[in-house]
Each structure stands twice: as C-alpha cells, then as structure tokens.
C-alpha cells in the first residue's frame, strides 16, 4: 500500500514569514512528486513538481525533495493572506498514471 | 491552457436517482480520472481511462460505472444515488507519458443527495 502523509494542521504562519509544508511517502520507487495548492471549494491546482534530488525554485515557491530520506517540502517564502489554502502533496512511481495524494495540510497565514 | 470542465458545479438530486456526471477535455490527454473528496478523507480515485473505452476501478468504484466514448469526454454514473454518495467530485486529465505528467483537474461537482 503506497501512503503519502501530512500534517492535517492547520499551520498558522504571519504574514512574510516561511511556510514550510512538509510530506512524506513510503514507495522508494517513487519518482514524481507534485505539490498543489486547493483553495477553499475550489479544485486542486498544481504549484510545482520535482523529480530529482534537491531544491526547485519557482518564485516565492521552493520544492525540496530528499529520496533517500522519502520525504519531499514546499517552502513558501514571504507568505501572504492568499496563500490561505489546503496544500496536497502527490506522488507518482515510474511509468504510472496515478499519482497517490496526501490528504492535505491546511496553511493559515494571518496579517 | 489545458482547459477541464465539468458539466455542473452543483447538483441536488434524490435518493435513488440515477446521476451523471460529465467531464471535456480539450488538451488531447489520453488518462482521465474520476474523484471523489470528502473533509478529511482526502482524494479518492474511483475509476480512470487511459483510452477510449477502457477503464479502470480505482480504490472506491462500488456504486458508480463510468463511460468514455470519445477521447475527450469521461463520463462518471452513479446507477442509483444513496445519500452515502454526497461529495465533492472532480475530473482530472494528464497526458501519456512516461509517469511525470501533471494531473490537470476540472472545477469540481458539488452532489447533494437527499
């Protein structure tokens, strides 16, 4: 059984602070690892994927994946109010077509 | 832009009516899923296609069938609604490839079964 956990939260940050989201997942085959951000009665939609070992910067958004260890990161720099939403973190092993999802971490950032 | 819709963004029907659920694509993707999200549960895949007229089960199949005719149509039934099946349910598509493709999703159904 392929798991993917993290943190329900809510993680409650200020505003300009770091949001470090946090997700780790059981197959060591795993090669594709996304992150996507759901606001509240919206859809998911993605922010970022890595697929190899190290850091992926896009923006104020930092993907950290760490293979060896099975556990990938989002760090959200400068958070802001509308960074408010459920963060999911998706993993995919090679040459699958469905991704595992974690249920989701809830981020608060408060003025 | 990949662009996924989905037919209704809410929806109340009865128990015991028989539901469909309609998703387009217009990207060309070959995979399409059918999910359901409950608080707390996270996503759950019910059925996908990689192809037209095939389909998979997913973890949580029991109670729904699925369609797909067309490449970019995917089509998600739910033969006798039950109030158990109240949800949030959303459509995804990717394209083939070799496992590190995006899921893109549609935005979302909201089902109410009384």
């Known amino acids: 059984q392929k798991e993917v956990e993290q943190n329900s939260g809510p993680l409650s940050v200020p505003e300009g602070a770091i949001a470090s989201l946090n997700c780790t997942y059981s197959?060591?085959?795993?090669?594709?690892f996304f992150w996507y951000r759901q606001y509240s009665g919206k859809s998911p939609e993605l922010i970022m994927s890595i697929y190899s070992n190290g850091d992926k910067e896009d923006g104020r958004f930092t993907a950290q994946l760490n293979k060896a260890s099975q556990y990938v990161s989002l760090l959200i720099r400068d958070s802001q109010p509308s960074d408010s939403a459920t963060y999911l973190c998706a993993v995919k092993t090679g040459g699958s077509y469905i991704p595992t999802f974690g249920r989701g971490t809830s981020l608060i950032v408060h003025p | 832009d990949v662009k996924v819709t989905q037919s209704s963004r809410y929806l109340v029907k009865r128990t015991g009516e028989k539901v469909f659920l309609e998703c387009v694509q217009d990207m060309d993707h070959e995979n399409m899923f059918w999910y359901r999200q409950d608080p707390g549960l996270g996503l759950r895949l019910i059925y996908f296609s990689y192809d037209v007229k095939m389909k998979e089960k997913g973890d949580i199949p029991e109670g729904y069938s699925v369609s797909r005719e067309k490449k970019e149509r995917f089509s998600l039934i739910l033969e006798s609604a039950s109030t158990n099946q109240t949800s949030m349910y959303l459509c995804a598509s990717s394209p083939l490839g070799q496992g590190g493709e995006t899921q893109y999703f549609g935005p979302g159904t909201r089902l109410l079964v009384l």
């Open positions: 197959d060591r085959g795993s090669q594709s």
